[in-house]
């Protein structure tokens, strides 16, 4: 039996860098004009690394790989309550960061320095939460 989980987010790092990109700035949506990370919501009986692997391939034409995952940790859902979200953390190789295609999700996408992520007033605050414990991990 698959782990209950309704979708998955990733910091996807290229060398020293976060790919981000900024949501759409439509009324209703939650996070409209913030930076975001590449993922989004299960579908039928994804695993947690098919879930992302999906997303980022549609949101930003790059196929990951299981082995590219370097770290992930389970986190209640702002978005469903009762329900577990899943945040990766990445690294992209050259090829794939030089063959993103950016989908019709959002405005636009960037490369961010992590510290910059984590000051930007216009992130999705949750992620920059998930973010910050990550990089406190890796400093412990």
């Known amino acids: 039996m698959r782990e209950p989980f309704c979708g998955a987010k990733a910091a996807l790092f290229y060398q020293d860098s976060l790919l981000v990109y900024l949501r759409d700035d439509k009324p209703g949506l939650p996070f409209a004009a913030c930076w ?3 993922g989004g919501g299960r579908e039928g009986q994804e695993s947690r690394f098919a879930c992302l692997q ?3 391939r549609e949101e930003f034409g790059i196929l990951l790989q299981p082995a590219q995952i ?8 702002w978005h469903q309550p009762g329900s577990q979200s899943v945040f990766m953390v990445g690294r992209l190789a050259t090829a794939q960061a030089a063959a993103i295609r950016f989908g019709d999700e959002g405005q ?9 992520y984590l000051a930007q007033s216009a992130a999705v605050p949750y992620l920059q939460q998930r973010l910050q414990d990550y990089l406190d991990e890796q400093r412990s």
């Open 54 to 56: 999906r997303e980022t």
């Open 108 to 116: 636009c996408w960037r490369w961010m320095k992590p510290g910059d």
């Open 36 to 38: 975001d990370f590449p």
């Open 70 to 77: 370097v770290w992930q940790r389970s986190y209640p859902s």
